[in-house]
Protein backbone atom coordinates (compact mmCIF):
# COMPACT_ATOMS: atom_id res chain seq x y z
CA UNK A 1 0.00 0.00 0.00
CA UNK A 2 2.83 2.54 1.21
CA UNK A 3 4.69 1.44 -2.22
CA UNK A 4 1.64 2.76 -4.04
CA UNK A 5 1.15 5.51 -2.25
CA UNK A 6 4.37 6.81 -3.07
CA UNK A 7 4.61 5.98 -7.03
CA UNK A 8 1.27 7.86 -6.90
CA UNK A 9 2.86 10.79 -5.55
CA UNK A 10 5.66 10.68 -7.69
CA UNK A 11 3.60 10.33 -10.74
CA UNK A 12 1.69 13.33 -10.04
CA UNK A 13 4.82 15.47 -9.73
CA UNK A 14 6.26 14.11 -12.79
CA UNK A 15 2.93 14.95 -14.38
CA UNK A 16 2.97 18.53 -13.63
CA UNK A 17 6.65 19.73 -14.27
CA UNK A 18 5.30 18.93 -17.84
CA UNK A 19 2.74 21.86 -17.52
CA UNK A 20 4.14 25.22 -17.97
CA UNK A 21 2.02 27.31 -15.20
CA UNK A 22 -0.23 30.11 -16.76
CA UNK A 23 1.46 33.56 -16.56
CA UNK A 24 -0.83 35.68 -14.71
CA UNK A 25 -2.71 38.37 -16.70
CA UNK A 26 -2.09 41.94 -15.21
CA UNK A 27 -5.33 43.95 -15.46
CA UNK A 28 -5.48 46.46 -17.87
CA UNK A 29 -5.20 50.31 -17.03
CA UNK A 30 -8.21 51.79 -16.75
CA UNK A 31 -6.90 55.62 -16.74
CA UNK A 32 -8.49 58.36 -15.52
CA UNK A 33 -11.84 59.95 -15.58
CA UNK A 34 -11.83 62.04 -18.22
CA UNK A 35 -13.86 65.13 -19.47
CA UNK A 36 -15.05 65.93 -23.37
CA UNK A 37 -17.09 68.85 -24.64
CA UNK A 38 -18.70 68.22 -28.47
CA UNK A 39 -18.87 71.47 -30.29
CA UNK A 40 -22.37 71.42 -31.71
CA UNK A 41 -22.71 74.74 -31.51
CA UNK A 42 -25.97 77.29 -30.57
CA UNK A 43 -27.82 76.05 -33.64
CA UNK A 44 -26.41 72.52 -33.65
CA UNK A 45 -25.08 72.90 -36.81
CA UNK A 46 -22.03 70.30 -36.53
CA UNK A 47 -21.75 66.01 -36.58
CA UNK A 48 -19.18 64.90 -34.40
CA UNK A 49 -17.88 61.58 -34.53
CA UNK A 50 -15.73 60.90 -31.14
CA UNK A 51 -13.47 57.64 -30.44
CA UNK A 52 -13.42 56.37 -27.01
CA UNK A 53 -10.60 54.50 -27.01
CA UNK A 54 -8.27 57.29 -28.98
CA UNK A 55 -10.29 59.62 -26.64
CA UNK A 56 -10.61 62.41 -29.83
CA UNK A 57 -13.31 63.82 -32.16
CA UNK A 58 -12.40 62.33 -35.22
CA UNK A 59 -14.49 63.55 -37.65
CA UNK A 60 -16.32 67.27 -37.82
CA UNK A 61 -18.79 68.33 -40.53
CA UNK A 62 -21.82 70.30 -41.02
CA UNK A 63 -25.20 68.54 -40.43
CA UNK A 64 -26.70 69.24 -44.08
CA UNK A 65 -23.17 68.42 -45.52
CA UNK A 66 -24.72 65.27 -47.03
CA UNK A 67 -28.61 63.86 -48.12
CA UNK A 68 -28.61 59.99 -48.48
CA UNK A 69 -26.42 57.16 -46.75
CA UNK A 70 -26.10 54.45 -49.12
CA UNK A 71 -24.83 50.79 -47.29
CA UNK A 72 -21.46 49.56 -47.99
CA UNK A 73 -21.38 46.54 -46.38
CA UNK A 74 -20.75 43.22 -48.69
CA UNK A 75 -24.29 41.73 -48.60
CA UNK A 76 -26.04 45.67 -47.80
CA UNK A 77 -28.48 47.60 -49.48
CA UNK A 78 -30.09 49.91 -47.66
CA UNK A 79 -30.28 53.56 -48.14
CA UNK A 80 -30.71 55.61 -45.33
CA UNK A 81 -32.00 59.56 -45.46
CA UNK A 82 -30.36 62.06 -43.55
CA UNK A 83 -32.16 62.51 -40.36
CA UNK A 84 -30.46 65.24 -38.61
CA UNK A 85 -32.05 67.94 -41.50
CA UNK A 86 -35.55 66.19 -40.43
CA UNK A 87 -35.60 64.42 -44.06
CA UNK A 88 -38.52 62.45 -45.70
CA UNK A 89 -39.43 60.25 -48.24
CA UNK A 90 -42.54 59.18 -50.24
CA UNK A 91 -43.54 56.72 -52.67
CA UNK A 92 -45.31 57.47 -55.93
CA UNK A 93 -47.28 55.61 -58.41
CA UNK A 94 -46.02 56.59 -61.50
CA UNK A 95 -43.01 54.61 -62.82
CA UNK A 96 -41.76 57.53 -65.29
CA UNK A 97 -39.54 60.24 -63.59
CA UNK A 98 -40.77 62.75 -65.85
CA UNK A 99 -44.27 62.14 -64.77
CA UNK A 100 -44.11 63.01 -60.95
CA UNK A 101 -44.81 67.10 -60.44
CA UNK A 102 -45.90 67.62 -57.13
CA UNK A 103 -46.59 66.45 -53.93
CA UNK A 104 -50.36 65.56 -53.79
CA UNK A 105 -51.89 62.56 -51.91
CA UNK A 106 -48.60 61.34 -50.97
CA UNK A 107 -47.58 59.77 -47.40
CA UNK A 108 -44.53 60.31 -46.16
CA UNK A 109 -42.31 58.02 -43.79
CA UNK A 110 -39.09 58.93 -42.23
CA UNK A 111 -36.26 56.69 -40.52
CA UNK A 112 -36.67 55.67 -37.51
CA UNK A 113 -33.69 56.48 -34.58
CA UNK A 114 -33.17 53.08 -33.47
CA UNK A 115 -31.56 52.09 -36.63
CA UNK A 116 -33.61 49.11 -37.74
CA UNK A 117 -32.98 48.68 -41.33
CA UNK A 118 -37.11 47.28 -41.53
CA UNK A 119 -37.86 50.90 -40.33
CA UNK A 120 -36.26 53.02 -43.06
CA UNK A 121 -38.56 55.34 -45.42
CA UNK A 122 -36.82 54.09 -48.63
CA UNK A 123 -36.68 50.00 -47.34
CA UNK A 124 -39.04 49.18 -50.44
CA UNK A 125 -36.81 50.29 -53.10
CA UNK A 126 -35.40 46.59 -52.79
CA UNK A 127 -37.21 43.59 -52.66
CA UNK A 128 -34.89 40.25 -52.01
CA UNK A 129 -36.38 36.73 -51.62
CA UNK A 130 -33.93 34.11 -51.59
CA UNK A 131 -31.62 34.87 -54.55
CA UNK A 132 -34.34 36.25 -56.50
CA UNK A 133 -33.68 40.42 -55.77
CA UNK A 134 -36.23 42.77 -57.96
CA UNK A 135 -36.59 46.27 -57.59
CA UNK A 136 -38.79 48.81 -57.17
CA UNK A 137 -39.94 50.55 -60.87
CA UNK A 138 -41.15 53.61 -58.86
CA UNK A 139 -40.54 57.25 -58.31
CA UNK A 140 -39.41 58.23 -54.78
CA UNK A 141 -39.92 62.20 -53.86
CA UNK A 142 -37.69 63.15 -51.03
CA UNK A 143 -37.96 66.28 -49.03
CA UNK A 144 -34.46 67.28 -47.86
CA UNK A 145 -35.32 69.09 -44.74
CA UNK A 146 -34.16 71.88 -43.43
CA UNK A 147 -30.77 73.58 -42.88
CA UNK A 148 -29.57 74.40 -39.53
CA UNK A 149 -31.20 78.28 -40.03
CA UNK A 150 -34.74 76.59 -40.40
CA UNK A 151 -34.38 77.26 -44.36
CA UNK A 152 -36.11 74.77 -46.22
CA UNK A 153 -34.20 72.68 -48.58
CA UNK A 154 -36.22 71.34 -50.93
CA UNK A 155 -36.90 68.40 -52.57
CA UNK A 156 -35.76 65.75 -55.11
CA UNK A 157 -37.52 62.95 -56.62
CA UNK A 158 -35.41 59.74 -57.94
CA UNK A 159 -35.90 56.55 -58.84
CA UNK A 160 -33.76 53.80 -57.77
CA UNK A 161 -32.77 51.35 -60.83
CA UNK A 162 -30.47 48.72 -59.47
CA UNK A 163 -27.36 47.21 -57.54
CA UNK A 164 -25.00 45.16 -59.27
CA UNK A 165 -21.80 44.37 -58.53
CA UNK A 166 -21.53 47.06 -55.59
CA UNK A 167 -22.67 49.93 -56.95
CA UNK A 168 -25.81 51.57 -56.89
CA UNK A 169 -27.26 53.32 -59.64
CA UNK A 170 -30.28 55.88 -59.30
CA UNK A 171 -31.34 59.06 -61.37
CA UNK A 172 -32.80 61.74 -59.77
CA UNK A 173 -34.01 65.55 -61.09
CA UNK A 174 -35.68 68.71 -59.69
CA UNK A 175 -39.86 68.35 -59.45
CA UNK A 176 -39.96 70.50 -62.51
CA UNK A 177 -37.81 67.89 -64.65
CA UNK A 178 -34.88 70.06 -64.36
CA UNK A 179 -31.27 68.94 -63.70
CA UNK A 180 -31.91 65.14 -64.68
CA UNK A 181 -29.05 63.22 -63.51
CA UNK A 182 -27.95 59.65 -63.50
CA UNK A 183 -25.08 58.51 -61.11
CA UNK A 184 -23.22 55.54 -60.14
CA UNK A 185 -22.28 54.96 -56.47
CA UNK A 186 -19.38 52.31 -55.52
CA UNK A 187 -19.30 51.08 -51.72
CA UNK A 188 -16.60 51.44 -50.10
CA UNK A 189 -14.89 48.60 -47.98
CA UNK A 190 -14.14 49.50 -44.74
CA UNK A 191 -17.24 52.19 -43.95
CA UNK A 192 -20.34 51.67 -42.66
CA UNK A 193 -22.33 53.92 -45.40
CA UNK A 194 -21.52 55.63 -48.47
CA UNK A 195 -22.50 59.55 -48.06
CA UNK A 196 -24.51 61.46 -51.41
CA UNK A 197 -25.25 64.97 -51.42
CA UNK A 198 -27.74 66.22 -54.23
CA UNK A 199 -25.62 69.63 -54.09
CA UNK A 200 -23.49 70.58 -56.95
CA UNK A 201 -25.10 68.38 -59.28
CA UNK A 202 -24.81 65.38 -56.99
CA UNK A 203 -21.55 64.24 -55.23
CA UNK A 204 -19.99 61.45 -52.83
CA UNK A 205 -19.17 63.13 -49.89
CA UNK A 206 -17.48 60.55 -47.04
CA UNK A 207 -17.70 62.24 -44.05
CA UNK A 208 -18.43 59.29 -42.09
CA UNK A 209 -14.97 57.87 -41.18
CA UNK A 210 -14.45 54.02 -41.53
CA UNK A 211 -16.72 51.93 -39.28
CA UNK A 212 -13.49 50.97 -36.81
CA UNK A 213 -12.77 54.92 -36.12
CA UNK A 214 -15.26 56.01 -34.22
CA UNK A 215 -17.85 54.58 -31.62
CA UNK A 216 -20.40 58.20 -30.78
CA UNK A 217 -21.83 60.52 -33.18
CA UNK A 218 -23.22 63.46 -31.37
CA UNK A 219 -25.92 64.93 -33.94
CA UNK A 220 -29.48 66.06 -34.31
CA UNK A 221 -31.55 63.52 -35.79
CA UNK A 222 -35.20 62.72 -36.44
CA UNK A 223 -37.11 60.34 -33.54
CA UNK A 224 -40.55 59.41 -33.00
CA UNK A 225 -42.40 61.04 -30.02
CA UNK A 226 -46.05 60.42 -28.92
CA UNK A 227 -49.02 62.61 -27.67
CA UNK A 228 -50.83 61.69 -24.40
CA UNK A 229 -52.98 59.88 -26.59
CA UNK A 230 -50.50 57.99 -27.75
CA UNK A 231 -50.15 59.15 -31.65
CA UNK A 232 -46.91 59.17 -32.91
CA UNK A 233 -45.28 62.12 -34.95
CA UNK A 234 -41.45 62.88 -35.80
CA UNK A 235 -39.33 65.53 -34.09
CA UNK A 236 -36.15 66.75 -34.49
CA UNK A 237 -34.00 66.23 -31.32
CA UNK A 238 -30.43 66.91 -30.18
CA UNK A 239 -28.64 63.73 -29.04
CA UNK A 240 -25.85 60.97 -28.90
CA UNK A 241 -26.28 58.27 -31.30
CA UNK A 242 -23.95 54.88 -31.54
CA UNK A 243 -22.01 53.07 -34.37
CA UNK A 244 -23.60 50.27 -35.90
CA UNK A 245 -22.93 47.06 -33.51
CA UNK A 246 -22.29 48.79 -30.25
CA UNK A 247 -24.19 48.10 -27.34
CA UNK A 248 -25.29 50.06 -24.91
CA UNK A 249 -27.27 49.80 -21.03
CA UNK A 250 -28.34 52.22 -18.59
CA UNK A 251 -28.48 52.74 -15.52
CA UNK A 252 -29.85 55.40 -12.92
CA UNK A 253 -29.34 53.55 -9.45
CA UNK A 254 -25.54 53.53 -8.89
CA UNK A 255 -23.10 56.42 -8.29
CA UNK A 256 -20.77 56.93 -11.96
CA UNK A 257 -17.38 57.07 -9.83
CA UNK A 258 -18.05 53.88 -7.80
CA UNK A 259 -19.16 52.12 -10.89
CA UNK A 260 -16.58 49.12 -12.20
CA UNK A 261 -16.63 46.09 -14.45
CA UNK A 262 -18.09 43.70 -12.41
CA UNK A 263 -21.49 45.70 -11.93
CA UNK A 264 -21.91 46.12 -15.39
CA UNK A 265 -21.53 42.62 -16.82
CA UNK A 266 -25.11 41.42 -16.37
CA UNK A 267 -27.07 44.38 -17.32
CA UNK A 268 -29.68 44.18 -20.70
CA UNK A 269 -27.50 45.55 -23.39
CA UNK A 270 -29.04 47.43 -26.61
CA UNK A 271 -28.01 47.56 -30.15
CA UNK A 272 -30.61 50.61 -30.84
CA UNK A 273 -28.53 53.19 -32.23
CA UNK A 274 -30.61 55.76 -29.99
CA UNK A 275 -29.96 53.81 -27.12
CA UNK A 276 -27.87 57.15 -25.47
CA UNK A 277 -30.09 59.53 -27.54
CA UNK A 278 -31.40 62.41 -25.74
CA UNK A 279 -32.74 62.11 -22.68
CA UNK A 280 -29.88 63.04 -20.31
CA UNK A 281 -30.83 66.65 -20.62
CA UNK A 282 -33.56 67.59 -19.00
CA UNK A 283 -35.90 70.93 -20.51
CA UNK A 284 -36.94 73.57 -18.09
CA UNK A 285 -39.26 76.78 -19.23
CA UNK A 286 -41.37 77.21 -21.98
CA UNK A 287 -39.06 76.08 -25.78
CA UNK A 288 -42.44 77.86 -27.44
CA UNK A 289 -42.03 81.68 -25.63
CA UNK A 290 -38.01 81.64 -25.99
CA UNK A 291 -37.44 80.94 -22.72
CA UNK A 292 -36.17 78.00 -21.27
CA UNK A 293 -32.77 76.21 -20.41
CA UNK A 294 -31.48 72.29 -20.76
CA UNK A 295 -29.83 70.73 -17.57
CA UNK A 296 -27.83 67.38 -17.79
CA UNK A 297 -28.73 64.68 -15.59
CA UNK A 298 -25.36 63.33 -14.36
CA UNK A 299 -27.05 60.31 -12.45
CA UNK A 300 -27.59 58.78 -16.12
CA UNK A 301 -25.26 56.33 -16.50
CA UNK A 302 -24.20 54.42 -20.22
CA UNK A 303 -22.72 51.54 -19.89
CA UNK A 304 -20.50 50.58 -23.52
CA UNK A 305 -19.38 47.84 -25.32
CA UNK A 306 -17.96 49.13 -28.16
CA UNK A 307 -17.16 47.08 -31.53
CA UNK A 308 -14.31 46.56 -30.36
CA UNK A 309 -15.53 44.41 -27.02
CA UNK A 310 -14.34 47.24 -24.17
CA UNK A 311 -16.40 48.33 -21.61
CA UNK A 312 -17.07 51.96 -21.00
CA UNK A 313 -18.95 54.18 -18.36
CA UNK A 314 -20.21 57.95 -19.35
CA UNK A 315 -22.49 60.10 -18.12
CA UNK A 316 -23.06 63.88 -18.97
CA UNK A 317 -22.96 66.95 -17.09
CA UNK A 318 -23.66 69.94 -18.96
CA UNK A 319 -25.06 71.15 -22.28
CA UNK A 320 -23.99 74.93 -22.25
CA UNK A 321 -20.35 76.43 -23.04
CA UNK A 322 -18.51 77.22 -19.91
CA UNK A 323 -16.55 80.43 -20.67
CA UNK A 324 -19.39 81.62 -22.99
CA UNK A 325 -22.57 80.18 -21.90
CA UNK A 326 -23.53 79.24 -25.28
CA UNK A 327 -26.23 75.69 -25.62
CA UNK A 328 -24.89 73.28 -27.76
CA UNK A 329 -21.91 71.85 -25.88
CA UNK A 330 -22.67 68.85 -24.29
CA UNK A 331 -20.20 67.80 -22.05
CA UNK A 332 -19.58 64.16 -20.53
CA UNK A 333 -17.16 62.50 -18.31
CA UNK A 334 -16.30 58.59 -19.35
CA UNK A 335 -13.92 55.87 -18.29
CA UNK A 336 -12.53 52.71 -19.62
CA UNK A 337 -14.20 49.56 -17.10
Excluded at 163 to 172: Q, R
Excluded at 178 to 196: A, L
Excluded at 234 to 255: C, E
Excluded at 264 to 289: C, M, P, R
Amino acid sequence: MLKNTIMLVFLAMALSSCFKEDDPIPPHDKGDVVEEVIPLTQYYVNQVYFNLSAGEQVSVNLKNDFDLSFSAADSGFIIRLNSATFMKAALTQPTALEQVTDTSGLVWKFDKSDGNPDSTALRDWISINGTDTTFQDKVWVIDRGINAAGFVLGLKKVKFVKLVNGSYHFTWANMDNSQQRDFVIEKIPGYNFVQFSFEDGGKVVQLEPEKSEWDLIFTQYTTLLFTDEGDAYPYLVTGTLTNPGTRVAFDSTMNFADIVLEDVLFLDFSTSQDAIGYEWKELFGDINGGDYYYKAKPNYNYLILTRKGIFYKLHFTGFYHKETGEKGYPTFEYQRL
